[in-house]
Nanobody, 123 residues
Framework: QIQLVESGGDLVQPGESLTLSCTAS????????IYWFRQAPGKERERVSC????????ELADSVKGRFSVSRDSAKNTMYLQMSGLMPEDTAVYYC????????????????WGQGTQVTVSS
């Protein structure tokens, strides 16, 4: 059974850092593109990043470039979203997702999603 489980969400103050985890089961995450999305209340879902394995590239949304980064731990079948310089507008539920293909696809019509983890940035 394919499953993605996010963790690490928390309440943090502006300027602080936080790392989210996405642990995969039922498949080898290293073989496929993995996405991070976020959705704030009343807003559309936003793609934060995509790690392609077809060409080894990582896409980051303009809103998070220079502040967020992504990585993988193959041994743990886990992906990470490292967030720094957090701002109140980063407040959202963060999701990881995959479509079990090697390249990053357009849009958000992906087959497999985690349940999400809440990140709240507030003083």
């Amino acid at each position: 059974q394919i499953q993605l489980v996010e963790s690490g969400g928390d309440l943090v103050q502006p300027g602080e850092s936080l790392t989210l985890s996405c642990t995969a089961s039922g498949f080898t995450a290293d073989h496929f593109a993995i996405y991070w999305f976020r959705q704030a209340p009343g807003k559309e879902r936003e793609r934060v990043s995509c790690m392609s394995v077809l060409d080894g590239t990582t896409e980051l949304a303009d809103s998070v470039k220079g502040r967020f980064s992504v990585s993988r731990d193959s041994a743990k079948n886990t992906m990470y979203l490292q967030m720094s310089g957090l701002m109140p507008e980063d407040t959202a539920v963060y999701y990881c997702a995959t479509d079990l293909v090697r390249r990053c696809l357009r849009g958000d019509n992906l087959d497999y999603w985690g349940q999400g983890t809440q990140v709240t940035v507030s003083s």
